[in-house]
């Protein structure tokens, strides 16, 4: 079983388009994570949501929202895509006060904005 | 600000040398964690090895080990009896004890058969 899991893998869309990436961990944790890796592969956090509350939000455009359902899953919604939004989206989990362990990583969704 | 440099974009090997990655952080804090975390051109990121600050034992993972000095703030990780599988891009992150890793820039290791 894949424990932290992305859906769609790969997303080629036009500009100005609304497509949505979902996630889900069967690991139990209690905290997830969008990060975005650009083109020079540099990893940076967008948000974090500790049981279905948001924890953090770094800075990032209000085209873009997290959604929690539980804290099992946690989606990203993108409106209004832009070219500079193409990028490799991670979702990742962890355990509260077991940060200490790291993240575990799901495989990614590459999108691509054209 | 809390920030991770990784000074060397890319290194590369002979397959069965050893190899060592650099890395060097900022914090004011005194309890942390660091860890190395790989990524093969499958994308995906895997832990390689972790690092508790409080704890002066340099951690080992097989082939994997680090150099941990706290006082200077480095963390590096050293690669035995290299393989080619070993060949990825390697990402240094700190966690500051708070919900998120801080990564640094990464370094592309290549290894040579």
């Known amino acids: 079983d894949t424990a932290v899991s992305q859906t769609p893998k790969y997303l080629v869309t036009q500009m100005g388009n609304d497509k949505s990436i979902k996630c889900e961990q069967n690991l139990g944790h209690d905290t997830m994570y969008w990060y975005k890796q650009d083109s020079k592969k540099f990893l940076k956090i967008m948000f974090s949501?500790?049981?279905?509350?948001?924890?953090i939000n770094e800075t990032v455009p209000n085209r873009f929202s997290p959604k929690s359902p539980d804290k099992a899953h946690l989606n990203l919604h993108i409106n209004s895509l832009e070219l500079g939004d193409s990028a490799v989206y991670f979702c990742a989990s962890s355990q509260r006060g077991g940060l200490g362990y790291g993240y575990t990583f799901g495989s990614g969704t590459r999108l691509t904005v054209v | 600000a809390q920030t991770v440099t990784q000074s060397q974009p890319e290194m590369s090997v002979q397959e069965a040398e050893t190899v060592t990655l650099s890395c060097t952080y900022d914090?004011?804090?005194?309890?942390?964690?660091l860890f190395w975390y790989k990524q093969p051109p499958s994308r995906q990121m895997i832990l390689v090895i972790r690092?508790?600050?409080?704890?002066?034992q340099n951690a080992t993972e097989n082939r994997f080990s680090v150099n941990f000095q706290k006082a200077a703030k480095s963390f590096s990780l050293k690669i035995s009896d290299s393989q080619l599988g070993d060949a990825a891009m390697y990402f240094c992150?700190?966690?500051?004890?708070?919900?998120?890793?801080?990564f640094g820039t990464g370094t592309r290791l290549q290894v040579f058969p």
């Open positions: 914090t004011s804090e005194s309890d942390y964690y």
């Open positions: 949501y500790n049981n279905k509350e948001l924890i």
């Open positions: 690092q508790e600050a409080y704890k002066q």
């Open positions: 992150a700190y966690a500051p004890g708070t919900d998120k890793l801080i």
